[in-house]
């Protein structure tokens, strides 16, 4: 999976974006994201007043996952509702780690400008 291009100096670019940039960040049709939308429960934009979708960073990111599974392992929706429980709790690990890491790293770092 590729990184999205919504980050700068590791911090998310906007607060919300509409989905045609959505559509945009993944190269496909407003209509894939509103049918993603339907069919899997997890992905729920906020919608403003006039009902216009607005989508967060995480939405962006279970999009990237959706995106990864149909588009470019060939799951079915349904097998892609089956791995994505399985894919999140394997993300939040490894988000873990690389927390972990940088914690180490940092203290790695002040030791040896306390050198």
Known sequence: ???????EDGGPLK???????????FDVSKSLIRFW???FESLK???NSKGD???TVQNLEQIQLIHYLLKEKGF???GARQE?????IFVEEKK????????VKEGLEKLKRQI
């Open 45 to 47: 934009p906020h919608k």
């Open 96 to 103: 873990e780690q690389i927390e972990r890491l940088q914690h």
């Open 37 to 39: 939308e339907g069919e």
């Open 15 to 25: 607060r919300y974006y509409t989905i045609g940039e959505v559509a945009e960040l």
């Open 76 to 78: 079915t929706i349904e």
């Open 1 to 7: 999976m590729k990184r999205l291009s919504i980050f």
């Open 53 to 55: 979708r607005r989508f």
């Open 84 to 88: 994505i429980p399985r894919l999140q």
